[in-house]
């Protein structure tokens, strides 16, 4: 397995891309999930080895794995013994993903046991290793399987948090195995940054606003915008799987499935995304304000959908919502935010008084955040795509360009400058 000198060895090789990767798949029944990831793996250019335990195979057959695969699969140490693969796989591996990762295989692996094909390999592997948990929530909080995880981590694995939600039978808890294209977005984040999860945000709160707000005119109409909310969620998704105690404040997001260990509250309105931030900013340590909030609202709310015709509107009247990124820092001020860290996002057009850059900075300096994330917008651009850039402006005069990369990589770098704000 890799220790955390070859993290940081593999970490600071420039533009290396993934291309070959080992799945090893424990034996539990979200094995069948594994499917899923080794094809969008495999679909997305990647040289995929499958290496299940045998147990393993008591839920999934061999032949599925080598189909899906395109490679031949094994799981005990003998087997093509003049390749030596125990030793081979895990010294050509550019990343290792463990789905699903049992109680027993993590014991094992944490143990640096090497009793089958997968333990071997992950003790020859030098590049990133990714443990996906899937168990019973028993099992996932028992004393001992935490002092495993923290061996691994110690070891310089990644060990994503599990999601919540239903288990084997009518069990419900943490414990489940995320989604397979959850992992993959946590998988592509490594391939572009190979340190971009470290543990720094434990026992740390974190509330992330995501998605467009909806201010309706009727039933059937609303104000809003193109937001996506993937920016967002892809904040939260890595704010958890660094430690953090997320809580996710959506608007509009397209029916995204929750990230997991991410509580998610759901609104639709300004006024809405007001209230609930500023219950759940109390004690929070960060407040991230990704969210496109509207800035204006119908003043009169049809009962009935608005119809061509008599009665139509000649024009909507339109009032201010609230500017909740203001409000924060203002409450901050006034001592009932005491010590919270304040992020703002700014999607921004030049035209004709400036460019982006030059809206940018007299935003921040409007809002009196500490840390404002601008995004330059417009077609193909920031909002409904799943790659983004753009600047870090700080309060303290700082600019930090944030290249082109998935929207998990920019949440990454906006999470690194977070966190000297938090200690």
């Known amino acids: 397995m890799t220790t955390p000198h070859h993290a940081r060895e593999r970490a600071n090789r420039p533009g290396r891309a993934v291309t070959r990767i080992v799945v090893g798949v424990g034996g539990g029944i979200a094995a069948y999930k594994s499917c899923a990831l080794v094809r969008r793996f495999t679909e997305t250019g990647h040289e995929v080895r499958v290496i299940p335990t045998r147990s393993a195979l008591e839920f999934v057959g061999k032949a599925t794995f080598e189909a899906l695969s395109g490679n031949p699969v094994n799981t005990g140490v003998f087997a093509d013994v003049p390749e030596v693969p125990h030793v081979r796989l895990g010294q050509e591996a550019d990343l290792v993903v463990i789905a699903p990762a049992t109680a027993d295989l993590m014991a094992r692996a944490a143990q640096g046991r090497a009793d089958d094909l997968l333990t071997a390999t992950l003790l020859t592997a030098r590049c990133p290793v990714l443990f996906v948990p899937a168990m019973h929530t028993e099992m996932w909080e028992h004393p001992a399987t935490q002092e495993n995880v923290a061996t691994l981590r110690r070891h310089g694995a990644i060990v994503m948090e599990p999601a919540h939600g239903r288990l084997t039978g009518a069990d419900t808890g943490a414990g489940r195995l995320p989604e397979p ?61 660094r430690g953090a105690q997320v809580t996710l404040i959506a608007g509009n997001t397209i029916g995204m499935a929750a990230p997991a260990a991410v509580e998610v509250v759901n609104i639709t309105t300004a006024e809405q995304l007001k209230t609930a931030v500023d219950k759940h900013a109390l004690g929070a340590d960060a407040v991230i304000m990704a969210a496109a909030v509207a800035d204006f609202r119908p003043v009169n709310v049809a009962a009935a959908k608005i119809k061509k015709g008599a009665g139509e509107p000649n024009s909507i009247e339109l009032a201010k919502t609230p500017d909740i990124l203001a409000g924060l820092v203002q409450a901050r001020r006034d001592g009932q935010l005491p010590g919270t860290a304040i992020v703002g996002f700014a999607a921004e057009t030049g035209d004709e008084h400036g460019d982006v850059l030059t809206h940018a900075r007299a935003k921040l300096a409007r809002k009196g955040c500490d840390l404002l994330v601008v995004n330059a917008v417009g077609e193909g651009k920031a909002f409904e795509v799943d790659h983004n ?16 990369g998935s929207k998990a990589l920019l949440a990454s770098r906006v999470l690194d400058a977070l966190g000297p704000l938090l200690r």
């Open 181 to 241: 294209e959850e992992i993959f977005a946590l998988t592509s984040l490594l391939s572009e940054r190979a340190d971009a999860i470290p543990r720094d945000l434990e026992g740390r709160r974190v509330v992330v606003t995501a998605g467009g707000t909806r201010e309706p005119l009727d039933p059937v109409r609303f104000l809003g915008n193109r937001s996506s909310g993937k920016q967002g969620y892809a904040l939260a998704r890595v704010a958890a799987q």
């Open 389 to 404: 850039d753009g600047w870090l402006l700080g309060a303290d005069g700082t600019e930090i360009a944030l290249d082109h």
